[in-house]
Every structure is written in structure tokens, then in C-alpha cells.
């Protein structure tokens, strides 16, 4: 099913509103509605701005652990040139692996870290059997690195697991549609009071789509840091990577200036099955 983001959603949402007023003549008395509009609009402005403040304060520590992870990574690989070409070659294909599994579970429910943990670890054993080294400068810092990176793993973790229940939509839902319904209810006094509605109906969707987004990770339709992490593919000097099923769902968008991909054709969690694509 294909993803739709706050802003097309609640496009969609004005449409079928305007067609709902033209269509409905509402007959109920203002009085009839008060308590309820009064009720249920109070009650779902503090809930509503309560989730939208924990989100997005969940957004930013997720973006800031994402960014710090990839700076990592990067360094990482930059230092293991100076072991030579069959070291940093393991690094490479390995640190390649990895965002690879990251990518595939980019914005799924799903949790990636258990699935990217064999390759994590892989990088671990290979600094592991480069004992001979262990004093050097250069070395202690990709030993902290995959310290740093780990910590950053972990938070990120605990932080994605972190969702509204549906509990919580239940309620949300059914006091936008309480709200949204008696305002429909009433009866329209010329076309001011109607447009009113359309605007205020409408705006309650885009409130509930914002809380979704930023649920799943989306600020602006657009995946958390999607580009941070195709600019590690492009620095160890390998082609992007996409994963079919964010392409058919309209998660990620292939930028058109990229001329040559890689695509998987893979789901999530499968062995990779994996091909090279030219973007025309």
C-alpha cells in the first residue's frame, strides 16, 4: 500500500470535505452541540499537542542519533585505510552490509537492530584479530568509534519501539470525528460558515497525519535523514542503495541526478537479492 504523507492527505481530506457540504445541509441547532463541540475540541487540542511535542521531541533524538551514526561510519572507514587495502576492504563491505539491513527496515515498524547486528559484529571481530596494533592512536579511535556507534544503535533502538498505542488513535480519532461531525451537524448560516467548517475539518486531519508522521519517522513526507545515510554508500565508493518495496510504497524517491543504483529486490529481513540499476 502506497504511504500517504500529511500534505496529499489532507489535500484529499479538503476535497472530500467540500463535496460532504456541498452534498449535506446540516440541521441541527447550535445549542443542540455546544457542550459537545466545547467538550471534545478541549479535550483533543491538549492531547493532540501533548503527542505532537513528545514526537517531535522524538524526531530530533532520532535525527541527532542517526547524523552522529553515520559521521561515524564514515570516520571509521576513512581510519581503517591506514591497515591497508585488505583491511579496509573487510571494513568496507561490511559497513556496506550493514546500512544495507538499515536501509531495508528504514520506516518499517520493525525493529533493524537485531537484523544489522551480525554485521556490526563482524567489524568488531576484524578489529578484534588486529591485536598488533591495539596501541596506536589511529586504532583506539576506531575501537571507540565502534563504541560510540553501538550506543548510538542502541538508543536509536529504544526510541523507534516508542509508539503511540492504539488506545491513544481510538481516542484521538473519535474526538476528531465527534468534532467533525457536529460541525457538519449544524446548519450552515450562508457560505462563511461553510467554508469555516471545510478549513476546520481539514485541519484536524492535517493534525492527525503530523502525529502519524512523525511516528513514523517522516518530517515532510521524507524519511529521517534518508540522504545522510546514501552519502556513506557514495564515500566507501559504492552505488546507492534502494530497497524495491520503499519505491512501490512511495517512501523514498530516487533523485534524478543519481545515474547508476542498486536496487533490492528483497523484502525486508530476506537474503539480499540485489541489482544494478541505470537511472534514465
Partial sequence: MRYVSAVPGTF???????????LFKGTGNLKDVELFLTVSTFLFAILSGFFISRLNSRYDRMREYIGSEDALWLSLYKTSQLYGKEFSEKIKELIDRYCIVSFDFYGIKEDSYKHSMKYFLGISDELIKMKKYRNEEAFGKMLNHISSIEEK???YSVLSLERMTKGQWYVLI???????????YMEPIGIYSQITVILLSTTLILVLLIIRDLQNERMGGKLLLSESGQKIFETIGRPRYYNEHHIKNGTL??????????????????????EVVENS
Avoid: C, Q, W
Fill in 12 to 22: 484529499l481530506a479538503l476535497i472530500i470535505f467540500i463535496i460532504t457540504a456541498v
Fill in 153 to 155: 544503535r542502541n538508543n
Fill in 174 to 184: 473519535s474526538l476528531a470525528a465527534i468534532i467533525i461531525l457536529n460541525m457538519f
Fill in 253 to 274: 524517491k530516487i533523485p534524478k541526478d543519481i545515474k547508476t543504483y542498486r536496487l533490492g529486490l528483497h523484502k525486508p529481513g530476506e537474503d539480499f537479492d540485489i
